[in-house]
């Protein structure tokens, strides 16, 4: 079946560092979006990406999709302690017609 | 602002006892989607529903678990009997989906469910 992996699994900066978060899929895409979890949070949608090497921004967060529609990258740039949860990818799993979510990147920002 | 509501938010109970877990999505919304999160497996997708009806429920232990939506603002996850394994955070999503396309997906706080 279609897996997403997201490495890093964990990342711990500084305020102030730069943090990016990779997404790789065994199948080629036609979406891909993007949550994030706050600790004892539930997952909120980001942003969905659509074409052949769209690229997003939200303020300081940069979303950006292959070329080949296999994978994706999450850039936060300058990280602030509010941005510290786990980010997950989700893919569209065309067996399953529902989402494949990754495995997720824990982010610790250290004030 | 619209949101999906689950109840209860916390669960302790016994081995072998029932566990029935609700979802009331968001207005308007034709998909639920429910999950499981642990540490060790992630988010997983254990059944949705479209338009109430079942769609996909492989992720789903057949034995014990069984999903079901009532009514379009009612779904429900039920456990029985609960084992130890099964304590998990238990989300619940909506999301509206027109044609093929994947729409975002809503998720409710969850229920924190810990089966002793």
């Known amino acids: 079946g279609q897996q997403v992996m997201q490495i890093p699994q964990y990342q711990h900066v500084q305020e102030g560092e730069d943090f990016t978060t990779y997404c790789n899929s065994s199948t080629t895409l036609s979406n891909i979006q993007w949550y994030k979890q706050r600790p004892g949070g539930h997952p909120v949608f980001l942003i969905q990406?659509?074409?052949?090497?769209e690229v997003k921004k939200q303020k300081r967060l940069t979303f950006q999709f292959g070329e080949a529609k296999k994978n994706s990258s999450l850039h936060i740039t300058a990280t602030q302690t509010t941005d510290v949860g786990t980010y997950f990818c989700a893919g569209p799993d065309t067996g399953r017609r529902a989402l494949t979510f990754g495995s997720g990147t824990r982010l610790q920002v250290q004030p | 602002d619209a949101r999906v509501t689950q109840t209860p938010r916390h669960k302790v109970t016994e081995m072998g006892q029932e566990v029935t877990m609700r979802c009331q999505p968001i207005?308007?919304?034709?998909?639920v989607f429910w999950y499981r999160q642990t540490m060790m497996q992630g988010l997983e997708l254990l059944a949705y529903f479209r338009n109430r009806a079942p769609l996909d429920d492989s992720g789903m232990p057949k034995d014990r678990f069984s999903a079901e939506m009532p009514d379009a603002t009612l779904a429900t996850l039920k456990i029985q009997p609960s084992e130890p394994r099964d304590s998990a955070v238990y989300f619940c999503?909506?999301?509206?989906?027109?044609?093929?396309?994947?729409?975002?997906?809503?998720f409710g706080d969850g229920t924190r469910l810990s089966i002793l």
């Open positions: 990406l659509v074409k052949s090497g």
């Open positions: 207005l308007g919304h034709n998909t």
């Open positions: 999503a909506s999301g509206l989906v027109l044609g093929r396309g994947n729409q975002p997906q809503h």
